[in-house]
């Protein structure tokens, strides 16, 4: 278990870890898998793919069988520990994290999942994941503790120039809070009511953090299928926050926050007549940019919406 | 006690031209009001105890019972406290203003948020607030075994 007074330790473990993309990094999420992998090449940290990786088991597979969820994400750290060889796993998707976590958390609790991964990984034919092989982390963990916040000031070139962010963590990085047992532990250990390790980040690369009270809260993913029009409202409140809190742009770290926020923001034109202007751009894309990599190379053009423009503007890019 | 609609239609319009203290009693009555309507669609009596201070935290925590994908509203619960404690402490302060506004987008979320999930429920259980729902289908039980299943 990580601790408080490891910092060097984490700097060395992190240095060259696995690398789970999960499917929405490969799919809609692709500007944020090749800002990750720039900004970690540009840090000169290493990242070697889970071999023959699958789905965490996601929100669809949880919803159906919870212990095949289980079994889905302890395949992807028995993979990253008996394949790669690796005692890290960074996943930069809030879902992939979260179901690690919880994955980690249920092998070590509850002997029925732990019966289920060790009776699916014999059919499977696959050693079965034991509790405490691999520590996960997420993409905010493995920069800040990786690289180092004073090390980072270094590489930070023409910066954000002040941009005014808010800073968007979602539901998923801090809930349930006890699968996540190192945060909620003071000194440098992240918050799970008011998380900090964007915004810490960013401030890093030159931002101006804006007081956001919606930095966890709900983006409406659950409801996207089911009511696309709460969705919707969930997240226009969400963007009118942030420019209400005076920013001009939301970072975020999660995937399916992410394209939500940028998908709802155009459906809240349409179906609402609603407008904002708030820009949503991956926390890996602002700092790959502040750290004077070039807008494409961070996947910019990849997003949804059109921030090349802005970013010119604002003397970023 | 407001219903969902008559909540969600509070936020749409123009806010009441009233003094801070009491726009800011407005909008934690609102959240104490949609965790209300809660807590009835599920056959539970609203607690009338204060957690903190604070009802509408004990109403929070008491609508998690039993449902822990609840606690995805926990924070925005006590970021609406922060800001009525904010306002009411020293409306005179020069963000009151801004403070108001935050706090009005704040409870606005949490009917979003809870009016959602009552929808859903009414559609079966998804994503955060994940259920088995087919723990009985013979063909899960043939793939994992009926033990597991």
Redesign the interface.
């Known amino acids: 278990m990580t601790t408080l007074f490891d910092k060097e330790d984490r700097k060395k473990k992190y240095k060259k870890v696995a690398y789970y993309p999960g499917c929405a990094l490969e799919g809609t999420a692709q500007s944020y898998d090749k800002s990750t992998r720039a900004v970690g090449k540009a840090l000169g940290l290493e990242l070697v793919d889970v071999k023959n990786w699958n789905c965490c088991g996601a ?1 669809e597979v ?7 969820q289980t079994y889905l994400s302890s395949r992807v750290m028995s993979n990253a520990v008996n394949e790669n060889k690796q005692d890290v796993v960074m996943a930069p998707c809030n879902g992939c994290y979260h179901n690690l976590k919880k994955a980690e958390y249920d092998i070590s609790n509850k002997e ?1 999942s732990k ?2 991964v060790e ?2 990984s014999a059919k499977a034919g696959h050693k079965a994941y034991q509790e405490g092989e691999i520590e996960t982390i997420h993409a905010l963990d493995w920069i800040k503790f990786g690289f180092g916040e004073e090390e980072l000031k270094e590489k930070i070139k023409g910066g954000l120039k002040g941009l005014k962010v808010a800073n968007y963590y979602g ?2 990085y801090t ?2 809070r006890h699968i996540f047992p190192e945060k909620d532990q003071g000194g440098d250990s992240e918050s799970t ?2 998380p900090h390790y964007m915004d810490d980040l960013l401030a890093i690369a030159g931002a101006e953090n804006v ?1 956001f ?2 930095k ?3 983006c ?4 996207t299928l ?2 696309s029009d ?2 919707t ?2 997240v226009l ?2 963007l ?2 942030a420019e ?2 005076g920013a001009e742009v939301i970072a975020t770290e999660c995937p399916t926050c992410h394209s939500g926020l940028e998908m709802h923001q155009i459906r809240a034109l349409k179906r609402l007549s609603k407008n904002t202007n708030v820009k949503v751009i991956y926390f890996t894309q602002l700092l790959g940019m502040a750290m004077g990599l070039s807008p494409r190379k961070v996947g910019l053009h990849a997003n949804v919406s059109d921030s090349m423009k802005f970013v010119k503007q604002k003397g970023i890019a | 006690m407001r219903t969902v609609a008559e909540l969600e239609g509070f936020f749409e319009g123009p806010q009441p031209d009233v003094a801070p203290v009491n726009l800011a009693d407005e909008y934690l009555r609102a959240g104490e009001e949609i965790l209300e309507n809660w807590l009835i669609a599920h056959d539970r009596e609203p607690t009338q105890d204060k957690k903190e201070g604070f009802r509408i935290l004990a109403l929070q925590r008491q609508g998690s019972k039993g449902d ?1 994908s609840f ?6 619960a ?2 609406l406290v ?2 009525y404690n904010l306002i009411t402490l020293n409306p005179e302060h020069k963000e009151t203003e ?1 403070r108001l ?2 706090a009005e ?2 409870a ?2 949490l009917i ?2 809870v ?3 009552l ?2 429920a009414g ?1 079966g ?11 009985d289908n013979d063909e ?1 039980k043939k793939t ?2 009926a033990e ?2």
């Not at chain 1, 409406?220 to 409801?223: D, L, P």
């Not at chain 2, 606690?71 to 925005?76: F, G, M, P, S, Y």
């Open positions: 929100m949880k919803n159906i069988d919870p212990e095949i029925k019966q289920v009776k699916i539901c998923m809930r349930p009511s008011k007081e009270p919606l966890t809260a709900c409406g993913g659950a409801h089911s009511d709460m969705s409202k969930l409140n969400i009118e926050a209400a809190a | 822990p606690n995805a509203c926990r924070e925005t006590r970021e922060y800001h801004q506004k935050m987008m704040v606005k979320h979003l948020f009016g959602g999930k929808q859903v559609l259980e998804f994503c955060c607030s994940s259920k088995s729902l087919r723990l899960l994992i075994g597991h299943a």
